[in-house]
């Protein structure tokens, strides 16, 4: 009798500590037994994209004393092309390779990666400029900063920003740009957008705080990586093709602070698109609060997720350079699955 009333107390506990788990599993383990799952953005990040080096910017003529000097002329490097190493030590900082530089004699071993990704090697002589510092005539910098919006992070931690890929005006690097580190930031003011002039969130980025993200993939979709950060946001499936519809919407994005708040749009056009795009959606702000305070759509916004019935259906892309109001907006099940993608760390690290 007390080995059988054991037996049943032993039970009754195990399934107390089952609800017990269940409960507290909360709603991720519902989630994933429903759909789709993922914890809502909104809020602003500081987006770091890096190369293999240092960037090239422009190439420039060293002023000597015999006239004007183009170290890198035999070498054939351009804006947009990647300096790698120098006496065989990685370049990592504008400021290792001014000390490179003035630490050696006679020519340097220089290692090039050009646009077309091939890479080179060169013996150059550097220039001796007026204030008699060794120069390779040569703008270069070590990362392309900006902001954007966080789109989503995963059940397993991994997140979608900006909703369409980096882009560098200075050098015109482009998905090349698939490293770097996310950061938390704020909006500290509002350029506003008008008919012919694309306007901005102004926020800056703090690179020595504890980044929040990697970076691992810079895609036409938006950015990638694993997340570090601390999880904010509720819970929201991600809509599956179909379930977007014309109407009545809402962009969920940060115009002050770090909080996000949701702001009324109507989705005027959807594309059903078989592969990832980043216009399959154009979108109307209707919100008066929003066109009051940034005129509509403006830079720094991109990766704004948008929602309709409870669904997270799309993230903003571009504005309309014409008309403020008006943007398109990329299917969040493209980012979803693009998140999950293997990135070029994890192959290496398989192989």
């Known amino acids: 009798m007390k080995k059988r ?34 914890y809502l953005g909104g809020y602003p990040i500081g987006i770091s994209a890096t190369e293999e080096g240092l960037i090239v910017v422009d190439v420039v003529a060293v ?22 190493s120098l006496n065989g030590e990685k370049l990592t900082n504008v400021y290792q390779l001014k000390k490179l530089l003035c ?20 013996s150059v002589c550097p220039a001796i400029c007026l204030s008699k510092e060794r ?3 040569v703008i270069v910098k070590e990362d392309v900063s900006g902001i954007g919006t966080m789109t989503f992070v995963t059940l ?37 957008g008008e008919s012919g002039k694309a306007g901005g969130l102004v926020a800056s980025l703090n690179k020595l705080t504890t980044p ?3 970076i691992q993939s810079n895609t036409n979709i938006g950015i990638y990586g694993r997340f570090d950060g601390k999880i904010r946001g509720n819970l929201v499936r991600v809509a599956k093709r179909g379930e977007a519809t014309m109407g009545k919407a809402q962009i969920y994005t940060t115009v002050e602070g770090e909080n996000p708040a949701f702001y009324d749009i109507e989705i005027v056009k959807i594309v059903d ?17 929003l066109i009051a305070k940034t005129g509509g759509i ?20 571009h504005v309309f350079v014409g008309d403020a109001t008006r943007g398109y907006g990329v299917h969040s099940r493209f980012m979803y699955s693009t998140s999950y993608m293997p990135n070029l760390e994890e192959e290496r690290a398989a192989a």
């Open 273 to 289: 698109q078989d592969s990832p795009k980043e216009k399959g959606l154009v979108i109307v702000v209707r919100d008066e609060r």
């Open 212 to 214: 929040i993200g990697e």
């Open 298 to 317: 403006v830079q720094g916004m991109s990766g704004s997720p948008i929602i309709q019935n409870g669904l997270l259906v799309g993230a903003v892309t």
């Open 135 to 137: 120069k390779l005539g």
């Open 63 to 84: 002023q000597t004393e015999n006239g004007e000097v183009f170290p890198l002329q035999n070498a054939g490097v351009t804006k947009g092309d990647i300096l790698l």
């Open 5 to 38: 009333r054991a037996v049943f107390c032993f039970a009754i506990l195990f399934m107390i500590l089952m609800l017990a788990f269940t409960i507290l599993s909360g709603e991720s383990s519902v989630a994933q037994a429903q759909g789709d799952y993922v």
């Open 103 to 122: 630490d050696s004699e006679g020519d340097v071993d220089l290692s090039v990666k050009h646009k077309s990704g091939v890479v080179c090697r060169y």
């Open 156 to 192: 397993d931690k991994r997140f979608a920003a900006l909703g369409h890929h980096i882009h560098d005006g200075e050098s015109g690097l482009c998905n090349s740009l698939d490293s770097g580190k996310i950061y938390c930031t704020e909006i500290d003011g509002v350029i506003r």
